[in-house]
């Protein structure tokens, strides 16, 4: 339900809230390694499913085989189920070090500045390519097909962003497709290797008013409320936790911050920005997930505004609030949609 981005609305909210409680407590040999190699603890949330479980059972389908996730959920030997917790375990981390290559890679085809759909191509591993097309459209703004090319022929995974169909999109260049399909806003394609650079420069002139509209869209920032930094925040995490498991259809609530100052920012894994930021009386941790460049900016004695989400961070035994930033705006005031 949370890895296949199901709607996590009506009854299907009711089955993922009940099962994420039970998963807690299973008995399940497999599972419980798996739990212990992503540094996952009850209570169980849908972010863990989405962030830690789920891309370590799916590595071994990406760049391995999928009968050993399949093998450790049936193991009944704990010394076979660990040994396969790992492997998935294991695998994950050299998912992670493939994807950040070709990412690495995929950003230098810089894109066009206009309203089209965007084509990468490289030798790339076949798994990781609809990760980093959905990568690029948050990089970008804008519909991304990503291309892996070898001795056997070539695929794509595409991504789109809301509001421009890129099934359709696709439709209209099909005379240089051997297959393709999926859904609005993702799709994957067959096709010659010869036909890239021709595919390329079709999807370069696809996209007109209806992408246009989209990518402006895209840009804007609804916010559901401002916080107010006058109560607990221990408290309101808690009460918008009971608004889970959050997901497609049901997205945490996103909230204004104004007039935030920086006490302290720090650098993790190369990759994701620690802040401890206050307002008013009262301070809290900050995360700006994959964006690490913000430290140019966000330096200590630094105020700003911020759209965030308000979660629970848990880690080590502590449950603390954490503002996990969304867009943040040092210059002047975010408007509220």
């Known amino acids: 339900t949370v890895a296949d981005m199901v709607p996590l609305t009506g009854e299907n909210r009711v089955i993922a809230y009940h099962g994420l409680q039970t998963m807690g407590e299973t008995v399940?040999?497999?599972?419980?390694?798996?739990?212990?190699?992503?540094?996952?603890?009850?209570?169980?949330?849908?972010?863990?499913?989405?962030?830690?479980?789920?891309?370590?059972?799916?590595?071994?389908?990406?760049?391995?085989?999928?009968?050993?996730?399949?093998?450790?959920?049936?193991?009944?030997?704990?010394?076979?189920?660990?040994?396969?917790?790992?492997?998935l375990h294991k695998t994950n981390v050299k998912r992670k070090k493939i994807q950040e290559r070709v990412i690495e890679e995929a950003l230098k085809q810089k894109p066009l500045d206009t309203a089209s759909?965007?084509?990468?191509?490289?030798?790339?591993?076949?798994?990781?390519?609809?990760?980093?097309?959905?990568?690029?459209?948050?990089?970008?703004?804008?519909?991304?097909?990503?291309?892996?090319?070898?001795?056997?022929?070539?695929?794509?995974?595409?991504?789109?962003?809301?509001?421009?169909?890129?099934?359709?999109a696709l439709r209209k260049v099909s005379d240089l497709l051997e297959e393709f399909g999926g859904h609005p806003q993702a799709a994957g394609v067959t096709i010659r290797p010869e036909n890239v650079e021709p595919l390329r420069e079709a999807l370069a002139r696809t996209g007109g008013k209806e992408l246009e509209l989209a990518m402006r869209q895209s840009e804007e920032i609804i916010c559901d409320a401002e916080l107010d930094f006058e109560n607990s925040l221990s408290s309101l995490a808690r009460e918008l936790e009971r608004l889970g498991p959050f997901g497609i259809g049901n997205p945490r609530p996103r909230l204004l911050c104004r007039d935030l100052r920086v006490e302290s920012q720090r650098v993790i894994k190369d990759q994701h920005l620690k802040l401890r930021v206050s307002c008013g009386e009262q301070s809290v941790d900050a995360i700006a997930w994959r964006r690490s460049k913000l430290a140019e900016d966000l330096i200590e004695g630094v105020r700003f505004d911020a759209v965030v989400e308000l979660a629970i961070n848990r880690w080590r035994g502590r449950s603390d609030p954490q503002l996990e930033l969304i867009e943040v705006n040092v210059d002047s005031s975010v408007t509220i949609a």
């Open 117 to 168: 759909v965007v084509v990468v191509a490289g030798e790339w591993n076949r798994g990781v390519i609809g990760i980093v097309a959905a990568r690029l459209v948050q990089e970008w703004g804008k519909p991304a097909v990503v291309i892996a090319i070898d001795e056997t022929g070539a695929v794509g995974s595409a991504r789109s962003i809301p509001g421009f169909d890129i099934v359709r």
């Open 28 to 87: 399940n040999p497999g599972l419980r390694f798996l739990l212990d190699f992503s540094g996952v603890r009850p209570p169980i949330t849908s972010t863990d499913i989405g962030f830690h479980i789920a891309p370590r059972i799916n590595a071994v389908g990406r760049i391995g085989h999928p009968k050993d996730a399949v093998e450790m959920f049936l193991a009944d030997d704990p010394g076979e189920a660990r040994r396969l917790a790992e492997l």
